[in-house]
């Protein structure tokens, strides 16, 4: 059964990857409510995205200076 298990998880990485963070979010909506939840989501994906612009080796000030003066240019 086990076995089963994990060849579907690997044939599958994306569909069992957005169910275990579907739940995931599922039990901290339920735990500390939505607004809060909402809010830890937000810190991960900034840190994501920071942390993925620093494994690209961009400089971090010229990846915030397009996200800050984006509006300035319109």
């Known amino acids: 059964m086990f076995q089963g298990l994990v060849e579907y998880i690997?044939?599958?990485?994306?569909?069992a990857l957005g169910g275990f963070v579907g739940f995931l979010i599922g039990?901290?909506?339920?735990?500390?409510?939505?607004f809060k939840a909402?809010?830890?989501?937000?810190?991960?994906?900034?840190g994501y995205f920071i942390g993925s612009k620093m494994d690209n080796k961009e400089d971090f000030r010229e990846v915030l200076d397009k996200i800050l003066s984006s509006g300035k240019n319109l």
Request: proline content about 0%.
């Open 27 to 34: 039990i901290l909506i339920l735990i500390i409510g939505f």
């Open 10 to 15: 690997k044939k599958n990485k994306g569909k």
């Open 38 to 46: 909402m809010f830890i989501i937000l810190c991960t994906w900034l």
